[in-house]
């Protein structure tokens, strides 16, 4: 008799890259254990996808990225069943999800708002006034422990404050913990780090961000974290660290530890007291307090039900809470007091609490609560103000509402039972118009030379805010750039496909010149996805070019390649000339990176041509650089600089200020290989003052780096080392090996024609592992 084989592994429940590479380990032992060798031959031989990537990369920890194609491949060659493969498509579109998702986080550059009814906890906040490095505040959910370090931070003067929601136990499976790296991005950019010289590796980030911290006074707030793996890069010396958590964060090391309770006695009779007259009856008090288990979420929801119900004496609210126990049997103080709170309230507040709890978002203002309940401003503004003082909900900042995750939850549980799907679903379309065309309006405000690029959108009406100045077109931007985010990935997994394409489509450009990646490429990825299962073949392509661009700008150059070439050949299947010409400009500058200068040329001219049949000036102007950078490494300067000029003179006519930057370091580039050293000089010189203004590091390093090598051609080396000195300073703080090798190429040859060998040396590979050159202001 043969003996029953077990199962191979199951990979759902997956939410890393570890995890997944552990189950393809589980399955090879499954398998047999062949070797990798055989299992390439098998790939190859069999499916042979396409894309970066070995074999053995697939099952190693510490992958920050991988192929799904090749992993799904690897899992056919060991056990090539339909069923099983489709599992594991499912886990690592969940995996890849999760990853996401976590990289969208909101910080803030200060504190919440101070609870008006904190009390108790002095001993606690004793504690805290004496502490120092780290210290830990844990307990269970709605115990207290935000607001006990909220009130806490609140109480230190003259420091600089940062606060973020780690989710750490978010009840919506879309609001995953969030990411170290994301939460130090954020972290950095309101410490003033400007987004090009943050760093792409975690542990560059960690660095940065204790420098950015050393010699400051400083708190900062990392709430509601998962586990010691998630805060530890977010920890520095120089900063008091107040870390609340449900769990205990052993691993943390020495530290100030607080386990918070729930209230005494005396302390939920004072909160209760300040809601109502109870004088002579704390009989009644006690036995609100009791039935609420002292907590004091469950308290503080009672004692806003009492301030919004001045004729109730406090004993008829302890009768209310003991009648809805005994009928319900409800022991939960939680559930009880959110259930009474709620059944209080007028039919359109309950409404809107309930779809706020299905906001895909950490926060929201006015404009998005209104879109929700489909009311006008006034009215909700009315129920955002009621809702907050009984405490349903909370203003961490003016304007900014959230729910505790225990409301959340409640709410969502309520809007499942007792609405409709098609009214929540109506409730989330008028959400997901407010923010497509109010994004479309800001960015028609900041580039409204590039509006013929952005999707064309039907006459809508929508209650949303002002944004036709460019200054509160960005802030609200800014301000809603995690919620623009969250809403791209919530509509391409939930039946809003054209919502996905076209908010990742209009929002593009934004995310590019402020430097989110990371967004971008969550935004992009789940457009195309959303674009393909719905057969918009316009939309996914459009998605691929704006993924391919994200990843050129990280090195990435394989996979861009790939993305362009699938762009391309659906923009000729749909005849779209436009999508055509941007296709065939990318890939020029793709082959340009591949020392391709003959096919790069050979793109670029065919999506020069297709712009100017079109009419579409930016595209020309951005094609006639770019042509002209290919011509200068093709050894062919006098074309290039003719074609940046005219490419420099339809950027001025656009008021297009990156474009005339972009074209005044190129044009500079030429005319030093041209011998033209004091024109070249003026034209860096213009380019870096622009960059400048346009806070645009990148562009600046570029500028530099020509500006350095003009000097060095002209003889004036004093002034040639210390542009090269500046511009590898910058290049080190954004991060940027490229034009760090060419800084260090510069002050090599430099230091060599001075006879200095011993510090040429230290600019030749490997280079140094030193400090990052102090940079001076340019």
Not at 177 to 182: L, Y
Not at 756 to 768: I, K, M, N, Q, V
Request: aromatic residues 4%; charged residues 25%.
């Amino acid at each position: 008799m043969l003996e029953e084989r077990d199962p191979p592994p199951d990979p759902a429940g997956c939410r890393s890259l570890d995890e997944l590479a552990a189950a393809l380990r589980s399955l090879k032992a499954w398998a047999g254990d062949p070797s990798y060798d055989t299992i390439t031959r098998r790939v190859n031989a069999g499916f042979a996808p396409a894309g970066r990537g070995t074999v053995v990369d697939c099952f190693r920890d510490g992958r920050r990225r991988i192929n799904p194609e090749l992993v799904v491949a690897v899992v056919a060659s060991l056990h090539d069943d339909d069923v099983y493969l489709a599992r594991w498509r499912q886990a690592i579109r969940v995996t890849l999800a999760e990853r996401e998702a976590a990289a969208n986080v909101r910080v803030l550059a200060g504190l919440p708002s101070d609870a008006n009814s904190f009390v108790g906890r002095e001993p606690h906040l004793a504690s805290l006034e004496r502490a120092a490095g780290v210290c830990v505040i844990t307990g269970m959910a709605g115990v207290g422990k935000t607001q006990l370090a909220v009130h806490a931070g609140h109480r230190r003067t003259g420091e600089t404050k940062l606060f973020v929601d780690l989710r750490g136990f978010h009840p919506d499976e879309s609001q995953p913990p969030a990411e170290p790296g994301a939460v130090l991005d954020g972290f950095l950019r309101a410490l003033g780090v400007p987004a090009r010289q943050i760093p792409h590796d975690l542990n560059a980030r960690s660095a940065l961000f204790r420098d950015q911290v050393a010699g400051r006074q400083a708190l900062v707030i990392l709430d509601n974290a998962a586990d010691e793996e998630q805060v530890r890069p977010l920890l520095t010396p120089d900063a008091l660290t107040l870390v609340t958590s449900r769990r205990d964060l052993s691993g943390l090391g020495p530290a100030t530890r607080i386990d918070l309770d729930v209230f005494s006695s005396r302390e939920a009779s004072e909160l209760l007291s300040g809601a109502t007259p109870s004088e002579g009856d704390r009989a009644a008090v006690e036995r609100v307090a009791q039935r609420c288990g002292y907590l004091p979420l469950a308290l503080r929801v009672v004692a806003g039900q009492m301030a919004a119900t001045p004729g109730w004496s406090v004993a008829d609210h302890a009768d209310r809470l003991d009648e809805r126990h005994r009928n319900q049997r409800i022991d939960d103080g939680v559930q009880l007091a959110l259930q009474l709170s709620e059944q209080g309230l007028p039919e359109r507040r309950r409404i809107l609490l309930r779809r706020l709890a299905g906001h895909p978002g950490q926060d929201l203002d006015v404009y998005a609560a209104a879109a929700l309940l489909d009311a006008e401003l006034d009215e909700t503004e009315e129920h955002l103000r009621r809702l907050t003082a009984e405490h349903l909900i909370q203003q961490p900042v003016p304007g900014r509402f959230v729910l505790h995750d225990l409301v959340r939850a409640y709410a969502a549980d309520r809007a499942a039972d007792e609405e409709r799907p098609a009214d929540r679903q109506a409730a989330l379309t008028r959400l997901f118009d407010l923010f497509l065309y109010a994004a479309s309006a800001a960015m028609d405000a900041l580039h409204p030379a590039e509006k013929h690029r952005r999707p064309e959108l039907e006459p809508h009406a929508v209650r949303a805010p002002d944004l036709s100045d460019p200054k509160a077109a960005l802030h609200w931007l800014d301000t809603e750039r995690a919620t623009l985010v969250a809403i791209c990935l919530h509509a391409a997994r939930n039946g809003w496909p054209s919502y996905a394409v076209r908010l990742a489509a209009t929002i593009y450009t934004y995310l590019d010149n402020g430097g989110y990646p990371a967004d971008a490429i969550a935004v992009h990825s789940e457009a195309r996805h959303a674009a393909a299962r719905s057969g918009d073949l316009a939309g996914e392509a459009n998605a691929l070019v704006n993924l391919a661009v994200v990843h050129w700008q990280l090195g990435r150059h394989p996979e861009a390649l790939e993305q362009l070439t699938e762009a391309l050949a659906l923009f000729r299947r749909l005849g779209d000339g436009r999508g055509q010409a941007r296709a065939l400009g990318n890939l020029g500058v793709v082959h340009n990176v591949f020392g391709n200068h003959e096919a790069s040329a050979a793109h670029h001219a065919q999506a020069l041509d297709q712009f100017a049949e079109i009419g579409d000036r930016v595209g020309e102007a951005n094609t006639l650089t770019n042509l002209g950078d290919v011509y200068l490494r093709m050894g062919r300067p006098s074309d290039a600089a003719d074609h940046h000029r005219r490419a420099l003179a339809l950027f001025r006519d656009l008021s297009h200020r990156g474009g005339e930057a972009t074209a005044l370091t190129n044009l500079g580039d030429a005319d030093t290989q041209l011998g033209n050293h004091a024109a070249a000089l003026d034209s860096y010189d213009k380019a870096v003052a622009i960059f400048g203004e346009l806070g645009e590091r990148y562009g600046q390093t570029c500028a530099l780096n020509g500006r350095g090598e003009a000097l060095s051609a002209a003889g004036r080396s004093e002034e040639a080392l210390t542009t090269f000195t500046v511009a590898l300073g910058t290049a080190r703080l954004i991060d940027d090996p490229s034009e760090q090798a060419r800084a260090h190429a510069g002050l090599a040859a430099l230091h060599e024609a001075a006879g200095d060998t011993e510090a040429a040396a230290r600019h030749r590979p490997p280079y140094p592992l030193d400090a990052v050159v102090d940079v001076p202001p340019t």
